[in-house]
């Protein structure tokens, strides 16, 4: 089995918190796995997952893979040091296949026990650097994770008049780094809205207020 070269030390004695889900936007589960795997392009995930459910373990788990880049989530940088990294194999526009699913929840179900990482901590590469990256984008099933406990989502949320700045403030809560009222929007559709469409409007802002309630965060205590 290939490993990837691609890692190193986690920094300032961080440990896994959150899971970052990912997808590899390229052709094959082939192409992805020479590509995190090259020393040459500087780029790994502790695991891969083929369209058929094959779990590929490229970095282990106490080891830093290069998978997140710049970003932040709840307060905090170097996701890369506070994470690991899961990507799915899939071109960016196909449904992500039963099978793979399935090996997602089940690997899902080892790693956040072992780390003691809470459902919420299970995150889109797109929640933790908005406007920059888009995955693993709108056809990913969140709703599926959070009904087996290995992600949230929004229980009945109400409905209120649309307050950028009271988004913001919620999103913060929540998690997501500070970024553009766009940017900021577009990154929270893509992961529980993504047939949304136009301006902020009371959906959106009931379904934010509902994860700041629920999963909300003290950003002043979260490690720099």
């Not at 695991?47 to 932040?72: C, F, M, N, P, Q």
């Not at 984008?137 to 949320?157: C, H, I, K, T």
């Amino acid at each position: 089995m290939m490993r990837s070269p691609n890692f190193g030390e986690r920094r300032d004695g961080l440990t896994p918190e959150l899971v970052v889900l990912h997808y590899t936007a390229m052709q094959s589960c082939e192409a992805a796995l020479r590509a995190l795997c090259d020393p040459a392009r500087e780029v790994s995930a502790h695991y891969l997952i083929s369209e058929t459910g094959k779990v590929l373990h490229l970095v282990d788990e106490d080891r830093r893979a290069w998978h997140a880049g710049a970003g932040a989530w709840a307060g905090a940088g170097d996701v890369n040091s506070r994470s690991i990294g899961i990507e799915l194999a899939n071109d960016g526009a196909s449904p992500f296949p039963a099978p793979q699913m399935d090996a997602l929840e089940r690997l899902l179900r080892g790693i956040l026990p072992r780390h003691r990482i809470p459902p919420q901590g299970v995150i889109a590469h797109s929640d933790m650097t908005p406007g920059r990256k888009i995955d693993p984008g709108p056809r990913f099933d969140w709703r599926r994770l959070a009904l087996g406990g290995l992600s949230v989502w929004p229980g009945q949320p109400g409905r209120t008049a649309p307050d950028p700045a009271r988004f913001a403030a919620d999103a913060g809560l929540f998690g997501y780094p500070d970024c553009t009222s766009d940017q900021l929007l577009g990154a929270f559709r893509l992961r529980f809205r993504p047939w949304g469409q136009g301006p902020l409007d009371a959906t959106d802002m009931g379904m934010m207020a509902e994860l700041a309630a629920r999963y909300g965060v003290d950003r002043s205590a979260a490690r720099a």
